[in-house]
């Protein structure tokens, strides 16, 4: 039975990796990307980084798009970008430091809630290096625990027994907690509540409908959490508290 | 004799004087003493030609009478050496009905070519119109028309910042004119730079103004640079003027209004370069370096000057970019500024002190500047070449007196910008694959599972095994008789007679021992044929192994061997194999 198991995942793999663009390609379309925007040619580069984006990403690539928005002097854009390069690298310090001076042109200041925070190197920690990183050592602790576990079947020497004892001890934390780690990255990675304002200039309203008391005006680049949807209205919550109805449209989700 | 030689001398005298009259300037002018006649009253036409010879006939008097005339007069004078001559033709004039009569060009052909005059415009009113003896009638009312004051620009459209000037003029007909300025107009949007004219005084020359001539005076003139664009109006100034004042006559006070002018500014047009610094009109920089070559904590002084035709004296000081370590110090400004009759002109220096902290080359990049170009109507950008300094480490002399400064100064944060791109290997991966929660993952973290799984069954199943010991010896028992029998084989073959039956012996009861799970006491000879009885066809198995022991017993114990070795061996062989046949059946 395993074999076919096998044969299948091999087979499963393949189908995989057959793409309308390929790793190589991809590759070589970064490093001309990389270069036209050294030179200047910014739009250029975007074009490039886009096409790539079409089958592949990554933190590196999101960053790179955000900074080709931001010397071609959009904002918002570049927010949007580095925000995405922030979800699936969090606690990048280059990502960060990009945010924050583009953050600096949004005509909005929203002073957001005090909140407990470790600072970038617990999101770093939180969000390892990529995406996978937790899955991947879920399957490494997963891997040793169970080695271990065979070990204790063979070893019959005290001394022995009891150091694999406490690495089963260790394995297992290591599972459940990479395993859950994984889970919530992964739950994290698939939000859709957050989203960045895309029109020069919106009028947020009490209620979801064109006669709703204006609350307040909300321009391009800030960003704001979407609680719900109700015909065509979002009802958006910015980091300071303020909560009200903008038409769907005016904002793009990270 | 004597007449012709003095005909002779003056014809010479008068070519000579003809001659030089002609070298002269040439005029030819239509004049009229006042330009406003009441019905029945006279205008005085004169049409003079000066410093040439020509004919000219009366000009088309557009509709007015001749009341008498033409009376011709000759002048010729002599100034400081030049002789200058001129003819006048004199007509009175009168109209029998009030209205506009413009008086056409009177032409004269001088030499091979035409010259004409300037039509004159006089105006008839019905009867009782005002005279300008009357002193009632020049109060008040009407401008009078023998003095009044006048505001010109000139241009009359330009650009934001672009300078234009104003003259204050006042004409008059009147011989004894004493002015006292008034009050003067106030210009706001323009930044206004007044000419130093002196005291104001009649110009040499008459003007001749539709006919009349006049006296003329420059009162004011002014340099103006309008700072917004529309349209710039100069409200009329009023001046006031002492007529016809003499030792007998205390004279008249005449207040006149002048007229009011309008400018239009224009923006300057869009696309003004970063580094435009606000000037309009002609510009140029030089930058010079005093020396290139200074020790640390030595001084350099750089300076940019500009020159040209705009308004200097808002330029402000370009901003050096100097790299850090350098320092400077505000410049200091000197200025050589003119404003006259042509506008504002002259330079403007910016000298900075530039005193280096640290040694090594430092390139002061190219001071770049823009301004307005008037002439072409666009943006010029002036720049200047960069300047390399060299900073030799000083040797301590120079900054000995100087109190000691700290030797480390915190790292200067001088701009902000984002971080470059993230270049080599961006890890790239495909969209929306993750890891966690795929086929892969699960099956990764399933393998050891099931692994252990089957490992664990094995184990067990080993285990098991392990503590059946009777179960073990009957699979062990076939292996263990082999062994026997071998070493039986072996006795046999070195012809030992004791090791043989020994082997033999062992072979055949180890064997059955174990099969029947007897212990080593157990296994005796009756024990062995009981059990083998209870086998299928046992009778004849329990037999045949009784045969076999017996000559085994004999040989070892009694010096009887009936049956020869080899045989027994078969025999033996036999028997074990078919008894492993029973049991694996």
Known sequence: MRPTTLLLLC??????????????????????????????????????????????????????????????????????????????APGDVDVLANLELARQQVKDRVASMPTFTLGSWWARFLGGSDPDHWARRSLWACALLFLSLSGLLFVHHRTGRRVLLTLVALTL?????????????????????????????????????????VLFILHKGTKVTVLQEVNGWQEIELANGAVGWTPVGTSTVI | MRTTATIGLLLVLLWGGISRLSAQEITFQATVDRNTIAVGEHVKLSITLTNARGSFGAPDLGGMMVVQGPFESTNMSIMNGRMSGSVTRTWLLTAAKPGRYTIGPAKAKVGGGTIETEPVVIEVTKGNAPRSGDPQAALGQQRDPNLFTTISLSRNKGYVGEQVIATYMLYSRYSNLQSVPKEMPKISNAWVEEVDLGEP??????????????????????????????????????????IDRSFFNPGRNVEVRSNAVEYTVLDLPPGAPADFNGAVGE????????????EVDGSVDINVRFTGRTNLKLLEAPVLELPGDLEVYDPKVVDRISVNAGGMGGSREFQYLIIPRHDGTFELP????????TKTGTYRTLSSEPITLEVAPGDGSASAPVPQRALQSDVQLLGTDIRHIRTGDLQLREQGKELFGSWAWTAGMAAPALGYVLLLGWHRRRTKAAQDVVGTRRKQADKVAQRHLALARQALDRNERDAFYNALSRALNGYLGDKFGLGPAESTRENIQERLSGLPDGTALAQRYSALITACDLARFAPIEDTPRGTLYQQAAALIG???QHFRA
């Open chain 2, 283 to 294: 510009l140029e920089m030089t930058v010079t370096a005093a020396r290139t070559q200074v």
């Open chain 2, 578 to 580: 078919t008894i492993e």
């Open chain 1, 11 to 88: 087979l499963l793999f393949v189908a995989n990796t057959a793409h309308a663009l390929d790793k190589a390609q991809a590759d070589r379309l970064v490093i001309e990307a990389d270069s036209a925007y050294a030179a200047g040619e910014h739009a250029h580069a975007l074009a490039l980084y886009d096409s790539v984006n079409t089958a592949f990403t990554s933190s590196g690539l999101l960053y790179n798009m955000g900074n080709c928005h931001y010397r071609m002097g959009d904002v918002a854009q570049a927010i949007l970008h580095y925000e995405r390069a922030l979800r699936l």
């Open chain 2, 201 to 242: 005084r009649w110009e040499d020359k008459l003007e001749t103004i539709n006919g009349v001539q006049y006296r003329v005076a420059v009162l004011r003139k002014q340099v103006l640079f309008p700072q917004r664009s529309g349209t710039l109006r100069i409200e009329p100034f009023v001046q006031t003027c002492v």
């Open chain 2, 366 to 373: 190219a001071i770049q500047v823009s301004y307005f170009d």
């Open chain 1, 173 to 213: 934390t290591g599972t459940l907690v990479s395993t859950a780690l994984a889970y919530t990255r992964q739950r994290d990675l698939a939000r859709q509540d957050e989203a960045i304002i895309m029109t020069p200039r919106v009028d947020v309203r009490s209620t979801p409908d064109a006669k709703g008391v």
